[in-house]
């Protein structure tokens, strides 16, 4: 063969594919497939952001000292164990990179983010699933997986697209029964929105083992999706290792900018939050009354089953939604082929939802 050819296993990879953003014949949609905020960012990130176009000419700090310490200070943190990336995605993507190689083992649940089984073939090394109870990662379950050539765990923690979560209890029980040598990966991109006294994000596990990181987002209550702002809080030699194979600028100046000032207005995240909980709860139960089921969710979103039935089933409703002008996101690449996830909207949009499914509904009781 005279053409180049990817190392074993990247052709492998199933590509990534976001949630939809436009529907048949034009016109701005309802968009409730991407988890996105719709209070949108704070003003003060905007006008961070603005103020960075007037120094396009200038390389950004490479160590992104100042959303770093803007981070640090929100969380009482130590800035030097913080790692920043182009979203939490280039940082799952760099710990696989890091930790992993032809011959181990990266671990993940059976509805986990998709992202992990990609980083974790990208780096020639094998995806071991460990199944779910109830839409839900099993600690049990994870360990049962475990073999001596598991080197990452990766454990979405609430999960996307099941909206489901371990408490803190169980994430503790699970790092004490890992090995030493396996880095246990906590994704909390949805962390913000969690209303429970049981969760922790992970921040004390870090704190207190050799063997854990935490990895978080500005792309969801913060409404920064399209600057790609993502960090880690590490271990100082796991912090070490990703400073030292990460892009020299990964993020852009006003990239950074507008992250330090989205962390620092606390008020903007505590209405983000009070909107998400309502809506939340009258979402569940008013879809529920509709027949469907739901997964109970502490995220910004829903994961609603549909009957296995072409004239009734997920497929059929997708369809029916987008000819309403609402797209939500099929996860049938999650191994969930019946379910829809559908983004908690404004309430605008989370009413013309609440019509628009019991309008399926009904056409299909006629």
């Not at 959303?67 to 990336?85: E, H, T």
């Not at 992202?115 to 199944?131: E, K, M, N």
């Not at 939500?328 to 404004?346: A, D, N």
Request: charged share 20%; net charge neutral; with cysteine.
């Amino acid at each position: 063969m005279n053409a180049p050819q990817p190392r074993p296993g990247i052709l492998d990879i199933e590509a990534y594919v976001p949630g939809e953003s436009s529907v048949p014949g034009g016109g701005k949609p309802i968009k409730l497939s991407s988890n996105e905020t719709p209070l949108g960012p704070s003003p003060h990130a905007v006008a961070a952001y603005r103020a960075g176009a007037d120094d396009l000419e200038r390389y950004p700090d490479g160590q992104a000292a100042v959303l770093r310490n803007a981070i640090a200070k929100r969380y009482g943190l130590d800035a030097g164990r913080i790692v920043c990336g182009a979203g939490s995605d280039e940082l799952l993507t760099m710990i696989a990179h890091a930790y992993l190689g032809p011959g181990d083992e990266g671990l993940f649940t059976e509805h986990g983010f998709l992202v992990y089984r990609i980083a974790i073939l990208a780096c020639g090394a094998t995806p071991v699933v460990a199944p779910e109870t109830n839409f839900t990662a099993s600690v049990d379950a994870i360990l049962a997986k475990v073999s001596e050539r598991t080197k990452v765990v990766f454990l979405a923690n609430p999960n996307n697209p099941t909206g489901t979560y371990l408490p803190i209890d169980e994430v503790r029980r699970l790092r004490s029964a890992l090995p030493g040598h396996v880095l246990l990966v906590l994704d909390a991109a949805y962390a913000e929105y969690v209303r429970r006294n049981d969760y922790e994000a992970g921040l004390e596990l870090v704190a207190t083992t050799d063997n854990t990181v935490m990895t978080r987002t500005f792309s969801k209550i913060y409404g920064l999706a399209a600057l790609r702002i993502g960090w880690a809080y590490c271990p100082a030699a796991v912090a070490d290792v990703l400073n030292r194979i990460r892009g020299p600028f990964n993020l852009s100046a006003p990239s950074i900018a507008a992250g330090a000032a989205a962390i620092a207005d606390e008020r903007h995240v505590t209405t983000a939050i009070q909107h998400n909980e309502a809506w939340v709860s009258r979402l569940t139960q008013d879809i529920g009354k509709l027949g469907l089921t739901v997964t109970p969710s502490v995220g910004n979103f829903l994961l609603v089953h549909f009957p296995d039935d072409a004239k009734r089933g997920a497929a059929a409703c997708d369809a029916f939604l987008k000819s309403k002008g609402i797209i939500v996101r099929r996860v049938t690449g999650y191994g969930l082929p019946h379910c829809l996830r559908i983004t908690i909207g404004s309430e605008k949009e989370n009413l013309a939802v609440i019509a628009a499914l019991g309008d399926f509904v009904g056409t299909d009781k006629s």
